[in-house]
């Protein structure tokens, strides 16, 4: 079945700097969804990307589709310490089944 | 407000002792799921429900009961529960199907099974 990697695991990040998660499946995704989950809450809709290559940006956010629809990644610019969470990359295998990633923990030093 | 509740939010018990963690929304939402959190392993979905009385088997369905008698409520039922069954869950749901529409997640529900 599809399977959804997602790297690195843990993302330890100097206030102000940049950083990038990566999230690829083994199979061609119909769209991926993105998640964020801070510590000690549930994870919450980011966005959802659906085009081939497509790039959509939510403030210091950017969000990329692969051109062939088997990877995204989340690239964050000038990370603030309420960046801090658990991001999570999701695909449907099938119309009524998403597949998460294993998140990417962001820890922010001041 | 719109939301998803689940209860409790914490639980302890012991091996074998029969469980039920509640979970409603009130948007009228069409679709609802489970899933557990486990470290280094993500978000797996336990079981899904299209409808009323429609459920099917996610990922990691052993162990795990559902029904859907109602589309506000979606309860998990542990007949059994074991010590692998320690995580932390959350009920989902969305207006329509997971792959195009958001997924609105409950609090979680944290489960220690001794």
């Known amino acids: 079945g599809q399977q959804v990697m997602q790297i690195p695991q843990y993302q330890h990040v100097q206030e102000g700097e940049d950083f990038t998660t990566y999230c690829n499946s083994s199979t061609t995704l119909s769209n991926i969804q993105w998640y964020k989950q801070r510590p000690g809450g549930h994870p919450v809709f980011l966005i959802q990307l659906v085009k081939s290559g497509e790039v959509k940006k939510q403030k ?30 999701a695909g449907p295998p099938t119309d009524y089944k ?5 998140g990417t923990t962001v820890t922010v030093r001041a | 407000e719109a939301q998803v509740t689940q209860n409790p939010r914490y639980l302890i018990t012991v091996t074998g002792k029969k469980l039920t963690v509640t979970c409603s929304q009130n948007m009228n939402h069409e679709y609802m799921s489970w899933y ?36 506000r409520n979606f309860p998990l039922i542990l007949e059994s529960p074991s010590p692998n069954q320690t995580s932390l869950y959350f009920c989902a749901s969305s207006f329509g199907v997971p792959s195009t529409d958001t997924q609105y997640f409950g609090p979680g529900t944290r489960l220690t099974v001794l």
């Open chain 2, 36 to 71: 557990r959190q486990d470290p280094g392993l993500g978000l797996r979905q336990i079981y899904y429900s299209m409808n009323v009385e429609v459920t099917d088997k996610g990922d990691v369905p052993e162990g795990y009961k559902v029904s859907r008698k109602e589309k």
């Open chain 1, 98 to 102: 998403l597949s998460f990633g294993a």
């Open chain 1, 60 to 89: 210091r956010l950017t969000f990329q589709f692969g051109e062939a629809k088997k990877n995204s990644s989340l690239h964050i610019t000038a990370t603030q310490t309420t960046d801090v969470g658990t991001y999570f990359c």
